[in-house]
């Protein structure tokens, strides 16, 4: 199912035209194909399929007399008389139009370069001769006496039949230009090509068309390309944002049944060591985990692959299920992997599951639990002697749990009988990560999958762009967490500077910690351009700049130790620019506490898990995205102390970034602020690398607008695909897939 199996990058479109479409190049002249080309079309449904931008949409018909400044008028006239002269400064003419209707006058003022420009316009513009006008009214006083005036505008004869009346009221279509296209020059093509639409190939099959009530492909075409009014363009766009999520919904479909051919190993059992760990557990599991728990358990005890996406914001307790869920996998002969992004954390991962089983973790030890599997950690940073054992404890089946990063998916790991893989922070794993391990699984089953994510993505938008997951989401917080309190901090008010400082002092003194982020290591000597909430700019917007006190990590850790109020507070520095042991030596420090303050880029961003630390102040936050603010946030208040956090900015009050960031101060929840982000930026990187291809190209689909479309065109969509895994008898509906995924990745691979 290779889209592009010699991997050489796009291939040549394939033909997909059915006998008797035109070709553009023969309904179009040359300009016109030329404009429509640039838009990026090749052929006549490509190019119906883009939809305009925006309509004008032409205002009630108005009296001259109740004009004002500004308005985008129409009117209806009759010709007074015209003047043509010649401009002083610049080769050409003004042609100056009195119009007036029965209450007042109007100049429209034509600018023309050329003489037979000037002659054409006074022929259709003879006087007592009856048109429509429309364009921007302006009064101004130094010229007509301060009368009312109309720069370069439309008109059209006006007959004052009814069917002039409605052409006038029509939404005209305005497309978007590339490559010095004209707009007249396109509409012009759309109103030809709209005339072929029958022509157009149907993806949506007509059952589904009807019983979704909507327009037919080439009345949806007319109705988006030559509206009589906005209700029908609406109605039209109808047809193709439903086609767009069926199409999407195929092909996730399709990858679950594609992946249910390789079956996985049925984990069926119930114990002995998961019930063990449940007793164990010195905490009782939230409502949330036990269903989510119940859902993954129902998952894996079926031979068909699970493809759980398990979402909950930082401290939701996602590690407790995810080793409930692999104790079922232990319990029932198999294995499981626990994949994290960083070394710093697979190792993190690994002391807590052993803390977590205790003796039921330590099979290779005295006083181990008769039940007891062992628990194997795998680095690419590991002692060869280290990576031997465990590899022999993977290969013969001794380990029953293996954490570890990257190195865990090499070839050279052989599994006794993986059964299935828990993937921590999955924006760092990408599809072909997954597609590696799925030859894996024990007697060339495919093992089950479960990938974690603390950046919850909104329901509806997990469905339209990771469809082929199963979405589950714990959605409270373990009770009794002391919870954590955002102000944000402007520079402009040194006293609150000061403040946070003191406060951040205090915390220290009370035995607490205190992470301090900066968004640069040292910025003397990094480039200009920063990124403001996502937004790159290469010179510091004006009252931004460093100014004599930059504040990259090193600067920072400088300037803290001058300050008087936290004299005496150990501070240490991390980021990414110091050796792997340098990191690891920072973060042991301050686990260990030895150091009071931790001055750090963005590394410590994802799950290490200090529970003494209580004050996180992110400088420059407007740097910082949404969702990293909110992570960074989640590192403190993880014990049993509450955490404060401050995001400083230099952001001046009141500037919409400053308004923005007591909004993430203001809530802590992370499906609002997943919500937030995405309004703002379109789904851009909340689903990852694994979809973005397929989302990134969204043309009618609005994931948050059209919830219930995608959520009936997922449904429809897979029954459709229940009884026709292979698309057979929907062959237009298979060459929309197939095109569908080349135009968003060339070398996508389909299954
Ligand atoms: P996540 O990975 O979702 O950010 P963790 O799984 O690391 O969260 O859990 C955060 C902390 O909460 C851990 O210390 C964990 O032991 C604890 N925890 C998990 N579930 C519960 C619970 N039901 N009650 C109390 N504490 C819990
Ligand atoms: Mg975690």
Known sequence: MNADASGTGRTARAPRRSSGVPELSELLTSAELRAVRAQGAEDLDDMLRLTPLRYIVPGELRDLGALREGDD??????????????????PGSILEVRVADENAQLTLTFF?????????????????????????????????????????????????????????????????????AKQATLRSAYKKAVEFADQLTTILPPTVRAAEHLPSLPEAMRLIHTPQDMAETERGTRHLVFEEAFILQTIFAQRRAFDARTPAPALRASGPLQPLLDE???????ESQAEVGEAIRHELARSRPTNVLLQGDVGSGKTVVALRAMLQAVDSGHQAVLL???????????RTILNLLGDLGRADHMHAHPDATRVRLLTGSQSVADRR?????????????????????????????LGLVVIDEQHRFGVDHRRRLRTKGADGKNPHVIVMTATPIPRTAALATAGDLDVLSLTQSPGGRPGITTHVVHEEDPAWESRMWARTAEEIGAGRQAFV??????????????EIMGEVFEDLPSGTDPGPEPRGVTQTAERLARRPQLHGARIGVMHGRLSAQEKQEAMDAMVAGELDLLVATTVIEV??????????VVMDAERFGISQLHQLRGRIGRGEHPGIAFFDTRMPHGSETSELLAKIAATTDGFELAEIDMRRRGTGDLVGEEQSGLHRTLEHLDVLRDEKIIARARGIAFDLVAGDVDLEDHPQLAAAVERRLRDADPNVERS
């Not at 164990?280 to 939230?286: G, K, Y």
């Not at 070394?343 to 991962?349: P, T």
């Not at 022999?392 to 954490?403: K, P």
């Not at 799950?607 to 996180?616: E, F, I, R, T, W």
């Open 517 to 530: 982020v900066c968004a640069r290591i040292d910025e003397r000597e990094e480039r200009a351009d920063v």
């Open 607 to 616: 799950g290490v898990d200090l529970p003494n630390a209580s004050v996180m």
């Open 340 to 350: 994290a992004p960083t070394e710093v954390l697979a190792e993190q991962h690994h």
């Open 73 to 90: 008028a129409t009117v209806i006239v009759r010709v007074v008389g015209s003047q043509a002269r010649r401009m002083k400064r610049r």
């Open 112 to 180: 023309l370069p050329k003489d037979h420009i000037v002659r054409w316009h006074q022929e259709h513009l003879a006087p007592g001769t009856r048109i429509a006008v429309f364009g921007t009214v302006h009064f101004d006083p130094r010229f007509h006496q301060g009368a009312p005036q109309i720069t370069n505008p439309r008109y059209e004869p006006y007959d004052g039949s009814a069917e002039a009346r409605a052409r006038l009221m029509r939404p005209v279509p305005v497309y978007r230009l590339r490559k010095k």
């Open 389 to 417: 054992r465990t590899l022999l404890d993977v290969t013969s089946g001794e380990a029953g749990i293996i954490v570890g990063t990257h190195a865990l998916l090499t070839e050279s790991v052989e599994y006794a009988a």
């Open 280 to 286: 164990r557990l010195p905490f009782t599991l939230t």
